[in-house]
């Protein structure tokens, strides 16, 4: 298990979020991102050559070791200057209210949901939260097999969960969803339900 969870699984991670049908969604994300940036798993970096000039800094939040340095690499490659803090989101070493918009995409599956409590204290006013995750899907058909799959996979996959109701828990933590556009992508209906949004403390 350590292997898989220290070799195997990162590698596979980065494998499957590289798909080129995801790039679409990381664009538009990161394409809205402005000013000091918070990227909440920022996993081997994938996103941090995406940001454009309304973007003054990255912050990539991970805390992989093994993560880390493979995003070192893509940063690389980045317009903006990226700065890592590899550590947990459950306490964010950064000071309240100083940045202007937190990004994630498909962390929200796998990180302990108070981490939005702390996206919510380091956000300005009228700062923002974009997203883009998988979740749980409206049939109660999918539903019932995701809650069959979910115990199995979040222990063999790092802790991702595939039925979290991604608009109800940024919803109950605090935050006022502006807009957010859900559908399945191609494959698996227990894996493909996305939720693609953005969202300011209420």
């Not at 049908?21 to 918070?38: D, K, M, N, T």
């Not at 799959?149 to 109701?165: F, L």
Request: hydrophobic fraction near 40%; glycine fraction near 10%.
């Amino acid at each position: 298990m350590g292997f898989y969870r220290n070799v195997i699984l990162p590698r596979l991670t980065d494998f499957v979020m590289r798909n080129a049908e995801l790039r679409p969604f990381r664009e538009r994300v990161i394409g809205a991102a402005e000013g000091r940036v918070l990227e909440i798993g920022a996993g081997s970096g994938l996103n941090l050559k995406l940001y454009g000039q309304a973007v003054s800094e990255v912050v990539a939040l991970e805390p992989d070791p093994k993560l880390v340095h493979m995003a070192k690499r893509n940063a690389s490659e980045a317009s903006r200057p990226v700065t890592f803090l590899e550590t947990s989101a459950e306490a964010i070493p950064l000071e309240g209210k100083s940045v202007d918009t937190v990004v994630t995409t498909w962390t929200l599956c796998t990180v302990p949901l108070n981490v939005l409590s702390e996206v919510r204290r380091v956000l300005k006013p009228g700062g923002k939260l974009l997203f883009v995750e998988h979740g749980l899907a409206p049939e109660k058909g999918v539903q019932r097999w995701q809650n069959r799959v979910d115990p199995i996979w979040s222990r063999i996959s790092g802790g991702c969960h595939i039925n979290r109701p991604i608009g109800r828990v940024i919803e109950d933590a605090g935050f006022r969803i502006e807009k957010i556009e859900t559908g399945y992508v191609p494959g698996p209906k227990v894996m493909g339900f996305f939720s693609e949004g953005s969202a300011k403390p209420s």
